[in-house]
């Protein structure tokens, strides 16, 4: 039921940290998996961090070399995108340029980039401030003809949310852990040409929501599931205008260790989760399938752990102690779901899932 590939393995001297994978399938067919890479294998937020990409003209079942495709902008920055979604011949990606290390993505330089050519050259264009790490291929197509693009997003506590575009001097700050984080969806109203803020979820207290996930039930609600740092569960908005206003969030009884998961609707519509259903560890990795709009998962497959790997894992010079089976992406294809994640920040693992057999 589940077929196990590594699309990338850990090499300590190329790229050797790998970050939160996702897989396109470009106009051409092609497959596209793209991730962020360092060139030190620990810590995310290095210099030189570079988004990277591999090709596989077979539908993922060889993948070419890496390729850089959105470098750091100079020396002690970092770069940071993934594509979003491919439409009319062209895929579309939000991307990110920052300072390494000091802070939370300090001195932040929004773009979106635009391949005509499946990929292989991109042409970019800089976003409003508002734009924040957009969700990996995370567009929602609404009913209405909307689409949505789930964000988090950082903003300075003495400038309103509304705020598009942050005065210079704010966007030259090198220390922005002390801005407010939030969770929101950007809109496109136009087929992708322009990118709109919605209303913005700001929880007061502890909590810190980052990373969100949106799908539309059959009643037009809008569900947006979110990662909440250090709380052990996932928490839940939802949405009955189209995105451009949310609830006050809620805790849910999922599961969640801190860490990013992935939901979308399956082809014979039931909802997928796929996630680590656990409170404190990214380990095991597990797919979830709910057939009534989220009320209840009675379908909860293990997809991967971590003691299926640790006895080769840790004997690779470099590669660390990490147990992590971590950033999920899904896309369905040909019948069978295709799930990648990166596995202790080294590897990028593919599993083909049987779901109809599920």
């Known amino acids: 039921m589940i077929e196990k590939r590594y699309l990338h393995t850990f090499d300590l001297n190329h790229w050797p940290r790998a970050i939160g994978p996702a897989l396109t399938v470009a106009p051409n067919g092609d497959w596209l998996c793209h991730w962020v890479a360092g060139p030190q294998p620990e810590r995310d937020g290095q210099p030189g961090l570079s988004a990277v990409y591999r090709r596989s003209a077979d539908g993922g079942q060889t993948w070419g070399d890496l390729s850089v495709w959105i470098p750091a902008d100079a020396p002690d920055r970092c770069g940071h995108g993934h594509p979003n979604y491919a439409e009319a011949g062209e895929i579309v990606a939000f991307g990110l340029t920052f300072d390494a290390g000091r802070g939370r993505m300090p001195r932040r330089r929004p773009f979106v980039a635009r391949s005509r050519d499946n990929g292989r050259t991109w042409a970019s264009e800089p976003l409003h401030d508002r734009v924040g790490v957009v969700t990996r291929r995370g567009r929602v197509v609404l009913r209405n003809g909307d689409w949505l693009f789930p964000q988090h997003y950082l903003r300075p506590p003495d400038v309103p949310a509304q705020v598009l575009h942050f005065p210079e001097a704010l966007r030259e700050v090198q220390d922005v852990s002390h801005w407010i984080w939030g969770v929101n969806v950007l809109i496109s109203t136009d087929r992708g040409r322009t990118f709109l803020p919605g209303n913005f979820v700001e929880p007061a207290g502890p909590v810190r929501m980052n990373e969100p996930h949106a799908i539309e039930l059959r009643d037009g609600t809008v569900v947006m ?12 908005t939802e949405s009955h205008d189209s995105g451009r206003t949310w609830a006050e969030p809620w805790r849910t009884d999922i599961p969640n260790p801190s860490s990013k998961v992935w939901l979308m609707h399956l082809a014979d519509g039931r909802i997928a989760l796929i996630h680590n259903p656990s409170s404190t560890a990214r380990d095991p990795l597990a797919l979830w399938i709910s057939e009534d709009e989220m009320r209840s998962w009675p379908v909860r497959v293990e997809l991967d752990a971590w003691r299926h790997h640790v006895q080769w894992f840790t ?44």
């Open 225 to 236: 599931l979110c990662r909440a740092n250090g709380d052990g569960v996932l928490w839940r």
């Open 315 to 358: 004997r690779r010079p470099g590669a660390g102690t990490s147990t992590a089976l971590a950033y999920p992406h899904a896309v369905e294809f040909g019948g069978r779901l295709h799930v990648v994640y990166d596995l202790g920040r080294r590897d990028i693992v593919q599993l083909v899932v049987n779901v109809d057999a599920l």
